[in-house]
């Protein structure tokens, strides 16, 4: 272990998580984030026979994943997803087939042509991982229903032993995940959510003008670099706008609209620690591995208190002291409630949007083709649900899916889809009021955490919650503050910050 990871000890619950799948076991870990999950599986595919298929939810994760494994030496690990080119792709499935990897990274989609899965059982599984598992819950019933058939692979590959892992699983998320993968009686390792260098604060705000107030007061005082998470794209960019026009240190924004290319810049400039802080949504996620981000703040309310433990828990990664504050303002969950509603079509549009898509569907068809559709941003939503009812194939090979009963009652399929699409409504609209429970709640939070997650509780830290105790000062930048400069524009920041917020806000 210290000659390929430079660890000479285990963190809390790998040695148990290792032991479990080295002894043949299933095993479902639940673990904070930065507390060393890829550990759990890169060291067993070391020691095991066989390949280590590792399910892996973004392209630039898995990408990240190999570099650093490459870095240290560890040759034999790929990985082998849709931003590939055919030539390439081909070339490491041969490569896999010849034995030249013990580690691969895949996406469920992947998994999901048969012709692949008999590749690899044909190779030998030696471990299946799924790692963030707790997309299954979030994401499968939503837009990738493939995380749901990842327990059928598993038997399609002979059952090899199979390790889940997260940072973020309420007791529900966990039932989800072990139903999913099929596991038989797994090893659990479930430990506190929330590590003990990180204090959790909220500051109550009523209106834009207090948060604004409180965000530049914070920004001048605390030690970077950082990250403010915002909940849709215009905010972003125009929170970016007003911090860059009255302080010197480099920031940028960043969300899901931006080009693929600017995104990985940005993203590397951060690692790099060439930004002081970046302005994002929550597409700034997973895959951010800078183990000394010294804040998170919360300038709007995100949609749920597992999103927020996997935001705040990106700083204090290297286990120094670090700060994560929610600026609660009650209006943001309304905004949380819009962004939703905007996400599910209405009832009276689905038998409409059923017959075009099954006119559409005849033939081989591709989400970018409906653009064009009145109800284009549902779409993902609807053929996802349309997918798990059996009414339409999605070939992830080509990207593609198929209407498979062109005599199915439409009006009937658009009452099923509108039961599903509202209990995911209802799913979310829970976990957000989880949130907002959270946030007002009394008493200690970090309990509260644990308690919500089904975790135990470690000990108190000095800093532990606002309800505790929290003195945000002491993160300050030791250095001093550095003085803002006063804007040369005749408006003034709370005026321009109103003007580049739009009335209708995008999310992601």
Request: aromatic share 8%; charged share 25%; proline share 6%.
């Amino acid at each position: 272990m210290e000659r390929h990871f430079g660890f000479r000890t285990f963190r809390p619950g790998q040695a148990e998580l290792i032991e479990a799948v080295l002894s043949g076991r299933d095993a479902l870990g639940v673990l904070a984030t930065g507390s060393g999950k890829s550990l759990c599986y890169q060291l067993p595919a070391l020691l095991l026979s066989g390949v280590c298929v590792v399910v892996s939810p973004l392209i630039a994760l898995m990408e990240d994943q190999v570099a650093a494994l490459h870095a240290r030496g560890f040759r034999g690990v790929t990985a082998l997803h849709s931003g590939l080119d055919p030539d390439e792709r081909r070339r490491r499935e041969d490569r896999l087939c010849a034995g030249a990897y013990r580690l691969v990274y895949v996406s469920p989609e992947r998994l999901a042509q048969p012709a692949f899965v008999r590749r690899l059982a044909r190779v030998g599984v030696s471990l299946f991982v799924v790692d963030e598992a707790h997309c299954i819950s979030q994401w499968g019933h939503e837009f990738r229903p493939d995380y749901l058939r990842l327990g059928q692979v598993v038997h399609g590959l002979g059952r090899p032993p199979t390790l889940a892992l997260t940072a973020t699983a309420p007791p529900p998320v966990q039932k989800d995940i072990v139903t999913a993968l099929k596991m038989r009686d797994p090893v659990r390792v479930v430990l506190p959510v929330n590590r003990d260098n990180l204090a959790f604060d909220r500051v109550w705000v009523n209106g834009e003008a207090e948060k604004q107030a409180v965000l530049a007061e914070r920004l001048l005082r605390l030690a970077g670099p950082g990250i403010v998470y915002v909940a849709t794209r215009e905010a972003a960019e125009a929170f970016c706008a007003w911090f860059s026009c009255r302080d010197g240190r480099p920031a940028e924004y960043f969300h899901g609209g931006m080009p693929a290319d600017e995104r990985a810049r940005i993203l590397e400039q951060f690692r790099a620690g060439e930004l002081f802080v970046v302005f994002a949504t929550n597409a700034f996620g997973m895959g951010i591995d800078k183990p000394d981000v010294r804040f998170v703040l919360h300038a709007h309310a995100p949609a749920s208190l597992e999103a927020y433990v996997q935001e705040a828990g990106r700083a204090g990664r290297d286990g120094a002291p670090a700060y994560a504050c929610l600026l609660y303002d009650r209006a943001d969950l309304a905004l949380q409630q819009r962004l939703l509603a905007r996400e599910y079509p209405p009832e009276a549009a689905l038998v409409p949007l059923l017959a075009r898509l099954r006119e559409r569907g005849r033939g081989a068809a591709r989400l970018e083709e409906t653009a064009d559709d009145p109800a284009a941003r549902h779409l993902p939503a609807v053929v996802a649900q349309l997918e798990l009812a059996g009414a339409v194939a999605y070939d992830p090979a080509t990207g593609a899916w198929t209407w498979q009963d062109s005599r199915a009652d439409v009006a009937e399929l658009a009452a099923q889809v509108a039961e599903r699409l509202q209990a995911r409504k209802a799913d979310r609209l829970r976990r957000l009021g989880a949130l907002a429970a959270w946030a007002e709640g009394e008493g200690c939070r970090r309990a509260a955490l644990d308690r919500y997650f089904g975790s135990p509780s470690g000990p108190k830290p000095a800093s532990c919650c606002w309800a505790c105790g929290v003195e945000w000062t002491a993160y300050a930048d030791a250095s001093g503050a550095m003085a803002w400069a006063e804007a040369a524009e005749p408006l003034g920041w709370r005026q321009r910050l109103a003007q580049l917020l739009p009335v209708e806000p995008t999310a992601t």
